[in-house]
C-alpha cells in the first residue's frame, strides 16, 4: 500500500485530531484569558475600597489589567466595563460581552464622576464618594 | 477490497470518535473546574464590617439601652446601607451576655458551622466594652459574585 493511499485512508482521523487540539487550544487560552475570574476580582476589590471609604474622598484605582482583558474580548466602551449602581449598592465589572460580575457593598454611599484615566502611564479609574442621597421608590 | 476489514474499520472509526468526545469532556470539565473557582471575599468583608460597627459602637452615640431606639439609629449613624446589608450581611449584637440586635441573612449556628465548613458563612467576632457594658460583636458574610448576562 503507497503512502498516499495510507494518508487517504486516514484523513478523516487526521481531521478529527486537528479540529480536536484547535477547538481545545482555543478553549483553554480563552478561560486562561479569565474575562469572568478579572472582573470578580475588580469588583469585589472595588467594593472594598469603597466599605473602607468615607464620604468626600477620591479613589484612583489601577484597572490597566481589566482594560487589558476587556480589550480582547471586544469590550470598549468605558461605561460598560465599570457600571456603578447607586440604588443597589453595587457594583458590576464587565470584561467580555454578554457576561458582568457584580458585588455589593455596606457603606452608605454614593459612587459619582466615576472616570477612566487612559494612559498615564497605565489606566486608572477615578471616582469620587459621596454621602447616599435619598431616593423616592420610583429609582 | 476485503469487506470484514473495511466493516471493522468503520466501527473502530465509532470508538476513536467516542474516544476524543471523552477526553475533550474531560479536559473541558476540569479546565472550567480550575479557573471558576469563585474568589473568596467573604472573610474580608465580615472583618471590614465589623472594624465599621466596633468603631462606631466605640466612638458613636447609640442607645445601648432601648433595642427599639437602637435599630432606628443604628444603620443611619454608622453609615451602613441597611437593604445590602440586610440581604448580604449578618450582624448579631449581645448586650451584657443577652441579644440585644441581630439583623441580616443568617444566625449563629451558621457562623459555628462556617469555623469548619467553607458552605457557610464566614464570620468575625469582637468583644469591646462601653460605659460598663460589655459588648459582643459578631458579623458575617455569604456573598458570592452575581454573574449577569447582559
Keep these: 500500500m503507497n503512502k498516499k493511499a495510507v494518508i487517504k485512508a486516514n484523513l478523516i482521523y487526521i481531521l478529527i485530531v486537528v479540529a480536536f487540539i484547535a477547538t481545545m487550544s482555543l478553549f483553554v487560552w480563552d478561560q486562561m484569558n479569565g474575562a469572568s475570574v478579572w472582573a470578580e476580582y475588580f469588583s ?44 443597589n449598592s453595587r457594583v458590576c465589572v464587565k470584561l467580555s460581552p454578554g457576561r458582568k460580575s457584580c458585588y455589593y457593598y455596606f457603606n452608605n454611599v454614593d459612587i459619582i464622576e466615576p472616570e477612566l484615566i487612559l494612559g498615564r502611564p497605565i489606566n486608572m479609574l477615578k471616582f469620587t464618594i459621596k454621602e447616599k442621597q435619598k431616593r423616592t421608590n420610583n429609582e | 477490497m476485503n469487506k470484514k476489514a473495511a466493516l471493522g474499520g468503520q466501527t473502530m472509526f465509532f470508538v476513536f470518535l467516542m474516544t476524543i468526545i471523552i477526553i475533550a469532556a474531560g479536559i473541558g470539565i476540569g479546565v472550567s473546574a480550575f479557573f471558576s ?11 471590614l464590617l465589623n472594624q465599621k460597627i466596633s468603631q462606631c459602637l466605640s466612638s458613636k452615640n447609640l442607645n445601648l439601652e432601648s433595642i427599639e431606639q ?46 469548619d465548613n467553607d458552605q457557610y458563612m464566614e464570620c468575625t467576632t469582637n468583644e469591646l ?18 454573574k449577569l448576562r447582559t
Design chain 2, 129 to 146: 466594652t462601653k460605659k460598663d457594658k460589655k459588648i459582643f460583636l459578631q458579623t458575617g458574610s455569604k456573598q458570592k459574585s452575581e
Design chain 2, 37 to 47: 473557582t469563585e474568589y473568596d471575599f467573604r472573610q474580608v468583608d465580615s472583618v
Design chain 1, 44 to 87: 469585589k476589590e472595588t467594593t472594598r475600597i469603597i466599605n473602607t471609604a468615607v464620604p468626600g474622598e477620591t479613589v484612583t484605582l489601577d484597572i490597566h489589567k481589566a482594560t487589558e482583558v476587556a480589550r480582547k474580548n471586544q469590550v470598549n466602551r468605558f461605561e460598560e466595563i465599570f457600571e456603578f449602581d447607586n440604588a
Design chain 2, 70 to 115: 437602637f435599630a432606628s439609629d443604628f444603620y443611619e449613624i454608622c453609615g451602613l446601607n441597611k437593604n445590602s446589608t440586610e440581604k448580604h450581611f449578618f450582624i448579631h449584637i449581645d448586650v451584657n451576655n443577652k441579644k440585644f440586635f441581630e439583623q441580616g441573612s443568617g444566625d449563629q449556628t451558621q457562623c459555628s458551622l462556617g469555623e
